[in-house]
């Protein structure tokens, strides 16, 4: 079956950096579009940014544009979310996710483009 499972979440002072990845398997990574999403305590979850099949078209939230990238490996299966620059206002639990195919990633920001998704990974921010 699917499995996501993202890794290297943290605590990090504001200004800082971390970098999330997500293992997946079960399917073929490959063909399918591939996202990020976020959920800080009492709000709803929101899209980070997502990416095509290859890698070659990515999609922020403005959020997070020009400080966070999305990358892949196929070969690997593996999805990562290179965050700089963080702000208290990143801490959150951070989520992958996995579409059903590999069509329009560029997109797919809601969580209803999504399938399939991992336990999560808590970030916090500090000031």
């Known amino acids: 079956q699917v499995q996501l499972v993202e890794s290297g979440g943290g605590s990090v002072q504001a200004g800082g950096f971390l970098r999330l990845s997500c293992a997946a398997s079960g399917y073929t990574f490959a063909m399918r579009c591939m996202g990020w999403f976020r959920q800080a305590p009492g709000k709803e979850r929101e899209a980070v940014g997502s990416i095509s099949t290859s890698g070659g078209t990515t999609i922020y939230a403005d959020s997070v544009k020009g400080r966070f990238t999305i990358s892949r490996d196929n070969s690997e299966k593996t999805l990562s979310l290179q965050m700089n620059s963080l702000k208290p206002e990143d801490t959150a639990i951070y989520y992958c996710?996995?579409?059903?195919?590999?069509?329009?990633?560029?997109?797919?920001?809601?969580?209803?483009?999504?399938?399939?998704w991992g336990q999560g990974t808590q970030v916090t921010v500090s000031s």
């Open positions: 996710a996995a579409s059903s195919d590999g069509y329009f990633c560029d997109r797919r920001m809601g969580a209803f483009d999504y399938n399939y």
